[in-house]
C-alpha cells in the first residue's frame, strides 16, 4: 500500500491513517494532500489518527508538515481522535504540534473547520463549485 | 492493526478500508460496524474502498455481510470509491455485491443515503440525538 486514500466532503479533505508512516508513504500522503488542496479548492483538511496508538516524533513531523502546507494553500489542518496515550506521549517527547488545530472527533473538527472558516465563505465556494459539478 | 476506525458523521458512518481484509481484521470491523450502528443509531453506512486494488470472494462476502446485518439494523450501505479494476474483477468472479449499494465517491454516496433515507426522518432523528449531546 502505497497511499492512504484522501476523502473530499463538501468544501473539506478527510484522511484516515490507519498504518505506520514510513518515510515513502508520509512523502506521498503530503504530495497528495496538497495536490488534492490545489485541485478541489478545499478549505480544510481532518486528519484521523484514532487509529495510531504509536506516534514518534516523525509522525509529529509530518502532521505539522502538513498544517504549514495546508496553511499556505489557504487551508485550515485539524487533528482529530488523538487516543489519550498519544496525547501524552507527544508531551513527553517535547512535541506541541504547533500550527495543527486538533478535536476529539471528526464530527467536532468539521465545527471547528466552519467555525474557521465561517459559513459566508464556504457559501461562496459552493457557489464557485457549482459549474463545475455541472460539467462533470 | 486489529480495528479499522470507524467514523461518525452526522447520521452515518464512515469505514475506510485500506488494508487487506484478512479473517480477524473483517470479523472485527463486522462486530465494531454493527455496535457502532445500534449505540449511534446511525442510518447509513459508507464503506470507502478506493485503496483497495485487489477484491476476491472473501471480500466481497464481508461487504455483503455488513450490508445484510446493517439493513436489520435499519441502516443503509454504499460502498463507495471503487476501482475499475476490482468491478471487473467482481463481475468476472461472478459477485453482484447483492443488497449493496455503490457510489462513485463519499459525496456521492452521502448523497444517495440522503436520497434513501428521506430528509424528513433525519430531522427526526437530530431531535432525538439532541437530547444525549448535552448530556455528553
Redesign the interface.
Known amino acids: 500500500?502505497e497511499?492512504?486514500?484522501i476523502?473530499?466532503?463538501?468544501p473539506f479533505l478527510?484522511v484516515?491513517i490507519?498504518?505506520d508512516l514510513y518515510d515513502r508513504l508520509a512523502l506521498n500522503l503530503e504530495n497528495d494532500l496538497i495536490t488534492m488542496v490545489s485541485k478541489t479548492g478545499a478549505r480544510g483538511v481532518l486528519i484521523?489518527i484514532?487509529?495510531v496508538s504509536i506516534v514518534d516524533s516523525f509522525m509529529g513531523r509530518i502532521l505539522g508538515n502538513i498544517a504549514s502546507m495546508s496553511r499556505i494553500m489557504d487551508a485550515e489542518t485539524v487533528v482529530v481522535?488523538m487516543q489519550p496515550a498519544v496525547a501524552i506521549t507527544l508531551v513527553e517527547l517535547g512535541l506541541t504540534l504547533q500550527g495543527v488545530h486538533t478535536a476529539l472527533?471528526?464530527?467536532k473538527g468539521?465545527d471547528l473547520l466552519h467555525d474557521k472558516i465561517g459559513p459566508d465563505q464556504l457559501q461562496e465556494q459552493d457557489e464557485e463549485e457549482g459549474p463545475d459539478d455541472r460539467t462533470e
Open positions: 500500500m497511499r492512504i486514500p476523502l473530499k466532503m463538501g478527510l484516515t490507519q498504518v484521523d484514532s487509529a481522535g472527533d471528526v464530527e468539521m
